[in-house]
């Protein structure tokens, strides 16, 4: 027997005759059905009996009393859950009376098969109302659930198919989001740096085409919006979310480890992390940082006169005047007395206004009075201030800050100091090499030297060769060749290669003004060819200028096309696309150079110094040398350049050998403009 309402049946009967609907009501009991039955005859009755708070579960009605039509009772109880059995003879349309709406049909003189018919009809209806009962306690613990969701400190999002369908307010903040309309179908790869991508990739892909249901951990780095990245252990478990299947993403909020428990600021371990995101930061988007080294002048002299831990006061309200200052940067106690001010730079601008910043903090430490029981407390403070750039490690930056400082204390305190970068004179520093040219663009110590490339043939064309130069903040030159080495080690190629090209077209737009067709040969760093940016970069510019792309030949090194011959092909192929041309530099001191010419669809070759460097005449071993390399080149087309010519005889031997061109301090020696006679 199925239960409804404690075992107690509601019923209606809509019958001719109370002792019509009597009938029903005995033989209902007989069948052991434990019934609460109504009689109605009419429609106001039905009307009324529905009126009542009490829940209805049945009803049992002939096809019409009077006017009043099954039809019409099927329409009253249209919004109710209540089940309509209708009695039926055999002048009845089974058709009619199911298309009116009733529930089921039952033969109106078979007993047995009414019994049968509320007996299931009850069963289906304690089911619908089991399912409508868990589907609101569904409902009530879902919305519990998005409000603990909404409302808890631990990021937590939901992803189905690789994407964002929910993430909380935690979630958001984290991440640097406004609202959910920001990242609703976002690709959660996305929110992990690139160089973490694979590894998250082999993660998820694990995790998906693992049968257990275990949640699994992963320690990697994400980043926010605006590119910042940061250090994140994410945990994934299987979930539902909103009736689908997915993914469900924790990021507990473990700040509080990171957190100075007397400032509440950042701690040194934390601060040293983000300093190294900053320093990833600036080699992957170019994005600089200022660093402010800020240190109490005479913290130590407070200590002794208010005993141990009396200073603590004294750090708790310079911490929250230093705050007040900087609430949008990074601010950490990093020592005792010593506050450490991260500032993310995209544009420059605040390295350009570091020195107002620091003065504004110095003002306000020394204006800030701290109020003890006994006494009152004031203090001043000294700053170093340096820049995060790609050539840094966080040890440097944090030295260079400290010194800094020391340097503002040195001279009295209250005051700041900013870091200069000195290259010893007796040893090239390639770190601090770097560092100065990172920043030379800006400081205005980088100039183009060019050297002409004379035709040994008599073709009459203006072609030089583009040297970059660099001075220290002595005026001091330093060795391209230190300069290129330290350009590559700190991943700054493209950058200088960017500032050449665009330098290089400056000239050149000046020249044609003037009726020149002049030509450049321009060296490119190894970067160069790994880098689609230096493309973009120069078809924007040739666009931009209108010069013909014909007049630029870019110069890679052989050794260096040797390795990335692919790369270089490619690079090759879209130089053409631009018109450009190319040139093979120091060719001939790798092995079969024959293949390099095969693979590699170059314009020009540019023989090794070693070919012609030291009396070509005198030396028959390299005059053979020389032959073989010109015959190469010429089998293939190529145009040929021999380098660093420095004497006439030597001259003569290249002429006979029909190089093409030369180059080299015999015939010009690097000049600031490219000013020549080629027609001496």
């Known amino acids: ?296 002048d005479n913290f130590n002299t407070i200590k002794e006169q208010l005993g141990v831990g009396g200073g603590e006061p004294v750090i708790k309200n310079i911490a929250k005047v230093i705050k007040r200052i900087s609430e949008d940067w990074i601010l950490a106690r990093f020592s005792e007395s010593v506050f450490t001010l991260l500032m993310a730079d995209e544009d420059g601008q605040k390295y350009a206004e570091a020195g107002d910043i620091a003065e504004k903090i110095c003002k306000a430490v020394e204006d800030s009075v701290t109020e003890l029981d006994t006494q009152s407390v004031v203090s001043t403070c000294s700053i170093g201030i340096t820049r995060v750039l790609a050539a840094d490690n966080p040890q440097d930056v944090l030295n260079e800050g400290r010194i800094a ?62 040297f970059l130069r660099m001075v220290d903040s002595d005026g001091e030159t330093i060795p391209s060749g230190d300069l290129f080495q330290a350009a590559e080690n700190a991943n700054l190629g493209a950058q200088l290669d960017q500032w050449i090209i665009q330098e290089a077209l400056k000239v050149l737009e000046a020249h044609e003004k003037n009726g020149h067709q002049t030509h450049f040969f321009i060296k490119l760093s190894a970067q160069a060819i790994k880098d689609e940016k230096v493309l973009q970069y120069l078809g924007k510019r040739l666009n931009a200028t209108q010069l013909p792309g014909a007049n630029l030949i870019f110069e890679i090194r052989e050794s260096v096309a040797q390795e990335q011959i692919k790369l270089t092909n490619n690079f090759i192929t879209q130089l053409k696309k631009l018109k450009c041309q190319s040139a093979l530099e120091h060719f001939g001191t790798g092995l079969n150079f024959d293949t390099m010419l095969k693979h590699l669809p170059v314009d020009y070759i540019k023989i090794d110094a070693s070919y012609s460097k030291g009396g070509l005449l005198d030396n028959p071993e390299n005059q053979d040398a020389l032959q073989e390399v010109v015959k190469q080149a010429r089998e293939f087309g190529k145009q040929i350049i021999a380098v660093a010519v420095e004497d006439a005889d030597s001259l003569a031997v290249l002429w006979s050998s029909e190089v093409n061109f030369a180059q080299g301090n015999y015939i010009q020696e690097p000049l600031s403009m490219p000013e020549f006679d080629f027609d001496y």
């Open 1 to 296: 027997m199925i239960q409804i309402h404690n075992d107690i049946i509601r019923l209606i009967v809509i019958e001719e005759s109370a002792n019509e609907a009597e009938v029903i009501f005995r033989n209902l009991r007989k069948a052991r059905y434990p019934i609460r039955p109504r009689y109605v005859e009419d429609d106001e009755d039905l009307q009324e009996a529905l009126s009542d708070k009490q829940e209805w579960d049945l009803i049992i009605s002939v096809p019409q009393v009077g006017d009043f039509t099954v039809a019409q009772v099927c329409e009253i109880v249209s919004k109710r859950d209540i089940p309509v059995i209708v009695l039926a003879d055999d002048d009845n349309s089974l058709f009619d009376l199911l298309n009116a709406g009733a529930t089921q049909v039952a033969p109106s003189d078979n007993e047995a098969c009414l019994a049968i018919i509320v007996g299931r009809e009850l069963k289906n209806l304690a089911k619908r109302r089991q399912h409508q009962q868990l589907e609101q306690l569904y409902q009530s613990t879902q919305k519990q659930n998005q409000t603990l969701l909404d409302s808890s400190r631990d990021a937590i999002a939901y992803v189905h198919d690789g994407v964002h369908i929910y993430a909380n307010p935690s979630y958001l903040k984290m991440f640097e989001y406004n609202s959910m309309d920001d990242l609703e179908g976002f690709p959660i790869m996305d929110l992990v740096t690139t160089n973490n991508q694979a590894i998250f990739k082999d993660f998820m892909r694990q995790f998906m085409t693992t049968e257990s249901s275990e949640e699994r951990q992963i320690e990697l780095y994400g980043v926010k919006s605006k590119g910042q990245r940061f250090k994140l252990k994410m945990t994934l478990s299987q979930a539902i979310y909103d009736s689908e299947s997915s993914i469900q993403v924790i990021i507990h909020d473990q700040s509080w480890k990171n957190r100075d428990p007397s400032t509440g600021l950042f701690n040194s371990p934390h601060f040293l992390e983000l300093l190294e995101e900053a320093l990833v930061n600036v080699k992957e988007t170019q994005t600089r940082s200022v660093l402010f080294y800020i240190a109490l």
């Open 405 to 466: 400082c020391q340097n503002a204390q040195g001279e009295g305190g209250n005051s700041f100091k900013v870091y200069k970068v000195v290259i010893p004179k007796d040893k090239q520093d390639i770190s601090k090499l770097a560092k100065l040219i990172e920043t030379a663009i800006e400081e205005n110590r980088l100039s183009l030297l060019y050297q002409p490339i004379v035709s040994l043939h008599g073709e009459s064309k203006e072609i030089f060769e583009i």
